[in-house]
């Protein structure tokens, strides 16, 4: 890894998550005048466009091709720009102001989550030490939701669904992330793009159904005129730069250097709300403090166990090649 690879992958890294955290102020404004359903239709179809433009542009027509992995991209496709976005976003509607910062801070909860999931899916235990960070992170995440209020507590049935729906909408950018490795011979542009059309397609059906069946307004123009500053936002560096430069970023210094950059997103969301007059409580800093400490320390013991894993490579070879060597000298 060189220099100059880990300076540009921290940079894309950082605009990355500082894009996600000024999106939820923004979108909170804007969910004001459309649905949020359509306002996520709307964003990526211009998104797609543009990225299609330039997959065309940067690799040719043969990038178009599915390669007999049409089903993992659409599966990965709407876990991203179906699940999350649809989700995430009617979730922290629902829950008026509140759910801005609910809907940031479970951005940070992102690694916590692939943790327990790939433990899950792989019935690989991760180590005490991780497991605690993990329970520090939820932690942290409950401090800011409540704000250290009882009355949050008590009438706490009235928030689950929203927050049960911004939940799933991460675990369904987690399935993405994680399933980006996958496509590792590929280019990022060319996984976004094929994700991001597929995903957005799923978006307007389903929007389109919900307005079929009476649930979900069509936006006028005149909607879409009054929100044309947030949604112009919400394309180019939310949407466009930031799913770029993500992708882009974790190939050059990795996911495990890469997440570190995740505790802008909140940090990021709590500036943005304290310029438009939120007061910010002391709750909501120690548990944003305590996220942060979790991922550090989760960080640091990865980095740890993938050290461990290089030294003993070297003397497990050996220890074969010894084997292997006796057993010949005695054949």
């Not at 969910?31 to 690799?59: C, G, N």
């Not at 209020?149 to 009438?155: E, L």
């Not at 397609?201 to 947030?230: K, L, M």
């Not at 992708?247 to 995740?262: P, Q, R, T, W, Y």
Request: with cysteine.
């Amino acid at each position: 890894m060189s220099k100059r690879h880990i300076i540009v992958g921290s940079i894309l890294c950082m605009i990355a998550c500082v894009s996600w955290g000024a999106m939820f102020p923004v979108a909170h404004r804007a969910f004001e005048h459309i649905h949020p359903f359509y306002f996520s239709v709307i964003r990526y179809t211009a998104v797609s466009v543009i990225l299609v433009a330039l997959l065309w542009w940067k690799e040719g027509f043969k990038a178009f091709r599915f390669e007999g992995r049409f089903t993992s991209l659409l599966f990965y496709g709407t876990m991203a720009f179906t699940a999350y976005n649809l989700l995430v976003f009617y979730g922290q509607q629902m829950m008026g102001e509140p759910g801005t910062i609910a809907a940031s801070i479970s951005e940070s909860l992102m690694p916590m989550i692939s943790i327990v999931l790939l433990w899950i899916t792989s019935k690989s235990r991760p180590s005490g030490r991780i497991m605690l960070s993990v329970c520090i992170a939820l932690v942290g995440a409950l401090l800011v939701i409540t704000k250290g209020d009882s009355a949050f507590v008590a009438g706490f049935g009235q928030h689950i669904v929203p927050l049960a729906l911004i939940l799933i909408g991460v675990i369904g950018w987690v399935f993405y992330s994680i399933g980006g490795a996958k496509f590792h011979d590929w280019s990022a542009l060319r996984y976004s793009t094929l994700t991001c059309v597929l995903g957005t397609f799923v978006s307007f059906a389903i929007s389109a159904a919900g307005t079929v069946a009476g649930a979900i307004p069509v936006p006028s123009v005149q909607d879409v005129f009054a929100a044309r500053y947030e949604m112009l936002f919400m394309i180019f560096l939310p949407g466009l730069a930031a799913l770029l430069g993500w992708n882009a970023g974790l190939k050059m210094i990795s996911a495990i250097n890469g997440i570190l950059f995740i505790n802008l997103v909140p940090i990021t969301t709590f500036v943005m709300m304290a310029v438009q007059g939120y007061r910010i409580s002391g709750y909501e800093v120690a548990g944003t403090a305590l996220i942060a400490i979790a991922l550090v320390w989760n960080s640091m013991e990865q980095r740890k166990s993938a050290a461990r894993v290089q030294r003993w490579k070297p003397r497990l070879a050996n220890g074969h090649l010894r084997r292997l060597k006796t057993k010949n000298e005695a054949f």
